[in-house]
């Protein structure tokens, strides 16, 4: 096999922390590398005119039981946080600034503690404690700026839409009840 599992993901989306609780382990299970790659979610809404699923009021109730669901089937906690919407900008920078095999766990922290523990992430000091000072500091500089802006570009370009947005070559998958067809398309490479 000679597949590799892109990974697209923002903080803020619950459903990429469902995916990135089990991204992993299904890479892991196929013997393929997983590469995690930060977005920006709302530059994706923006680009292709898409809004988030919980302002439409009923999607949103039904997400909510949705969401509950999924996180008791994968056994993680989940709980909605205080301050959702919230402004990913600064937590998506940080998560770039970091090498890519730092992403996973830097990644899975920052989903714990905004959707189990209710951390306000728009707090450079909260990103410090939990990511490390380095990251959040080299988030404002133009190069990890220009980074996450071309992450968001190249998946609006390969035809993402929201997100968890996941690649195995050119196949791309929207959510994380999409796993199993990552499954088959990595067998099938």
Do not use: C
């Not at 990890?144 to 070559?169: D, H, Q």
């Amino acid at each position: 096999m000679n597949a590799t599992i892109e990974f697209f993901f923002d903080i803020s989306s619950p459903y990429s922390y469902l995916a990135a609780t089990q991204i992993d382990g299904v890479g892991a299970r196929l013997g393929v590398p997983v590469t995690w790659r930060p977005f920006l979610l709302g530059g994706v809404f923006k680009a292709v005119g898409n809004q988030p699923p919980a302002t439409l009021p009923a999607r949103g109730r039904y997400m909510l039981a949705d969401l509950h669901r999924w996180a008791a089937a994968y056994e993680v906690p989940f709980s909605f946080p205080s301050t959702f919407p919230m402004n990913t900008l600064l937590a998506m920078r940080a998560l770039t600034a970091l090498e890519p095999a730092q992403r996973p766990d830097a990644t899975l922290a920052l989903y714990r503690a905004y959707w189990g523990d209710d951390r306000d992430l728009t707090r450079p000091e909260v990103l410090a404690d939990i990511i490390g000072e380095m990251p959040v500091a080299r988030a404002v500089t133009p190069e990890v700026k220009g980074a996450l802006r071309a992450t968001t570009e190249e998946a609006v370009a390969r035809g993402a839409f929201g997100a968890p947005t996941i690649f195995v070559g050119d196949k791309m998958f929207f959510g994380n009840d999409r796993l199993h067809f990552v499954v088959a398309a990595v067998r099938g490479a």
